[in-house]
């Protein structure tokens, strides 16, 4: 049991958190906080995968662009909920029942 | 070292429920932007310095000003007065799986191994510029494509 | 430098250069124009796919290297093209032409954006086929998977709006899932790169990375899975379909969700040939989603719905195709795309015309409207037989191909399952033409008249294409027998 180990077994238990969250949340803008959360821990992954193998350069260029993407994601996931926070006044996600079959 | 990595570990996972379990967006947002100092300080611990600085300035404070930007844009928000139920079980649920993982790992004896130096010559700016060009292209787009996203959502008129 | 460096600077080059074109024009007044640029955009890559396919396929080598113009100076090759990239990017032209002419009559003219998206997305498409390294598949799929959200809710009405959130939410779960499992791949190979991973990754002995190994191939699988909208993946594929404008419906339905999912599927069967549980489990989710599709088609009471479960359903008949996991299994699900998208771009320009004319896609209130809108009523019968396997079509002859290779791959149950379930395919067409197209006319649609413009162009274009392809496919397989494949 050394630190690698533990270090992955803190970011599974994140990640879970995150997705439970996100399949849990009923606010949309949790969705959000939910999603960054899992996104911490694989940024954590990708450096403890750097640290392990020796390729932190390649680790760090990784996380950079994840970090990035997951900025105008969170701005466009933020964006739709305002949208839709307009049409119903409230952020709820069990208004959005407009669509079935 | 080994107790800096202990530490913010301990940190992450304490915010990590914290966001999750606080009624209040602000607060949730608040601790969010812990974990992510959390997260940037172990990545500089763990020898990604230039990562760690993006962890901190960008997802630790733009993300929360995005974040909290919105939360006030969805001001009134019939849910603030009537939050949701709180998920007790859930931290419970995953402190299980964590413990169960941990016996699991001591039971078969698994091991990654541990830091290795192998192929760490080149520096961040030589592999990011050089490397990973594609990338840069790709995030460069990704940026247009969220402009183009804002023009939509809060420039654009509905259609009649 | 030669004409196959050229050609390749196009395919990011053209989308880029229109992006900056139509903002610095003003942009409200000339939305005709910025569609019409956007259509040469797609047209001009088609031209140049087909052209560089032939151009490779002449030159006997198996990829070509390149870099952006100004990188490529310095001897670097971080892109490459190969045949089969190069026969995708053309279908990504194909499609989004047939997304612009449809553009022209559905989108209003307060959607200055559309055309910023739509170059948005086709960079994003292009971007994912042309790399060489699962990180960059990665982060160009996210720009694919953003440019589709925002094009799903642009009219930002209710129903769009909440489409776009739910493919959202499930997309997000993917990307945990496809992060996850690049970072765990990652801590064993040390590299994403196409040319380090290697089949070898799952072999040797088993240890605690190689553990790890399997785990990310599980998540990469299930979160291309989501991408694609595989059962039981689908929920958020009908939702977005239907709540889209017709034009993004064309553009997710012809070809996003195949590049996005089913191509990236692809990458890992080419990277890792052999991999028996990929194999496996690409045949369960294959069996599975044709099944569910279809079912579920069944039940449907909107055209676009209908044509929504059924592109859920034939998804299933490419990843079997892969799932045989030899070249003719590659080529026979390429092949099937094709068609497939062909036939289902047809589908949802029909939709836009009926959604134009009538107002309603409910195909309970059609019924008879093949005296009034004959070129429409043509061109669905002609794709929904190509989809259910009729022969001469070209829809027949891919699913054909599927089933040899499943055949020839020892697959022999799978093959029969797979002919068998093309019936149920079969019965949801029949209704839904039976219900929109044929009987008694509706009074209601007395006064309806035949779709003009783009769209009718698109249809005619797609029929011809449909029913071309299939006389002609003969020669596509003697070319097949050449190589020594069938």
């Known amino acids: 049991m050394n630190v690698s180990t533990i270090m992955l077994i803190a970011g599974v238990v994140l990640i879970l958190t995150g997705c439970f969250e996100l399949i849990r949340t009923r606010n949309m803008l949790k969705i959000i906080i939910a999603l960054e959360l899992a996104i911490k821990a694989v940024s954590m992954f990708i450096t403890l995968g750097g640290w392990l193998n020796g390729n932190m350069p390649v680790a760090e260029s990784f996380v950079v662009s994840v970090i990035v993407i997951e900025v105008v994601v969170a701005t466009v996931l933020a964006g739709i909920a305002i949208s839709i926070f307009h049409k119903h006044g409230t952020m709820d996600i069990r208004n959005l029942r407009n669509l079935k079959g | 070292m080994n107790i800096a990595i202990y530490v913010c570990l301990g940190a992450m996972l304490v915010f990590g429920f914290l966001s999750v379990l606080s009624r209040h967006l602000i607060n949730a947002a608040i601790s969010l932007a812990a974990v992510s100092a959390a997260c940037g300080v172990l990545m500089y611990v763990l020898g990604a310095h230039t990562a760690a600085i993006f962890e901190v300035s960008v997802c630790s404070g733009l993300v929360t000003v995005i974040f909290i930007s919105a939360v006030s844009l969805s001001n009134g928000d019939k849910q603030a007065s009537a939050p949701e139920k709180r998920a007790h079980l859930l931290p419970i649920i995953l402190i299980a799986i964590g413990a169960i993982l941990v016996i699991v790992s001591l039971l078969t004896g698994f091991s990654l191994g541990t830091h290795s130096t192998v192929g760490s010559a080149a520096s961040f700016d030589n592999v990011f510029w050089e490397t990973r060009q594609a990338d840069i292209f790709g995030q460069m787009v990704a940026i247009i494509a969220g402009a183009s996203a804002i023009v939509v959502f809060f420039k654009e008129s509905e259609k009649q | 430098m030669s004409a196959l460096a050229v050609i390749t600077q196009l395919f990011l080059a053209l989308p880029l250069l229109a992006l900056v074109v139509n903002n610095l024009v003003p942009r409200e007044t000339m939305r005709h124009t910025t569609i019409g640029m956007s259509a040469g955009v797609a047209t001009a890559q088609l031209l140049a796919a087909i052209i560089g396919f032939v151009l490779l396929s002449a030159s006997g080598e198996s990829s070509f290297r390149f870099a952006l113009a100004w990188d490529a100076a310095k001897g670097l090759g971080y892109f490459r093209v190969d045949l089969v990239t190069l026969f995708l990017l053309a279908c990504v032209g194909l499609v989004s032409l047939i997304a612009n002419l449809t553009a022209f009559t559905t989108i209003d003219d307060h959607r200055s954006s559309f055309t910023n998206l739509l170059m948005v997305m086709l960079l994003g498409m292009n971007g994912m086929l042309i790399v060489r390294d699962l990180f960059s598949l990665y982060v ?229 409207l093949q005296a009034k809108m004959p070129v429409t009523a043509f061109s669905s019968v002609a794709a929904l037989l190509s989809i259910a396997g009729v022969p001469p079509l070209a829809g027949f002859w891919s699913k054909l191909l599927v089933l040899i290779a499943l055949w020839s791959a020892g697959l022999r149950g799978v093959a029969a399952a797979a002919l068998l379930l093309s019936i149920l395919s079969g019965a949801y067409f029949l209704r839904l033409q039976k219900k929109a197209f044929f009987g008694k006319l509706n009074p209601r649609w007395n006064s309806v008249v035949e779709i003009t413009g783009g769209i009718q162009v698109s249809e005619l274009l797609l029929s011809i294409a449909t029913i071309a392809i299939g006389l002609l496919f003969p020669l596509v397989l003697l070319y097949l027998q050449h190589a020594g494949l069938v």
Do not use: C
């Open chain 3, 140 to 368: 160009f799929m996210e720009v694919t998977g953003i440019a589709s959200f925002v094009m799903i809710g642009m009219y930002k009405s209710t129903r769009d709006l909440e489409g776009a959130f739910k493919y959202m939410v499930l997309s997000m779960l993917a990307t945990i899932f496809i992060l996850t499992g690049l970072s765990l791949l990652f801590i064993k190979a040390g590299s994403l790169s196409f040319d380090l991973l290697r089949p070898a990754l799952f072999e040797g002995v088993v240890d605690a990375k190689t553990l790890l190994s399997w785990v990310a191939l599980v998540l990469l699988v299930s979160g291309y899975a989501i991408k694609s909208g595989v059962v039981p993946f689908h929920s958020w594929l009908p939702d977005a379909y239907e709540s889209a404008d017709s034009a993004v419906s064309i553009m997710l339905s012809g070809i996003v969700t195949k590049i996005a999912g089913v191509y990236s599927m692809l990458v890992l069967v080419r990277l890792f040939p052999g991999n028996m549980a990929l194999r496996g489990t690409l045949l369960v989710l294959g069996l599975l989603t044709i099944i569910t599709g279809a079912l579920l088609a069944l039940q449907q009471q909107s055209f676009k719905r209908i044509a929504a479960y059924s592109s859920v359903s034939q998804m299933g008949y490419i990843l079997l195709g892969f799932a045989a996991d030899t070249r003719l299994g590659i080529i026979a699900g390429l092949l099937y795309l094709l068609t497939h998208a062909l036939a289902k771009t047809a589908l949802f320009t029909n939709a836009a015309a009926l959604e134009k004319r009538l107002g309603t896609l409910n195909v309970n209130e059609m019924g008879g």
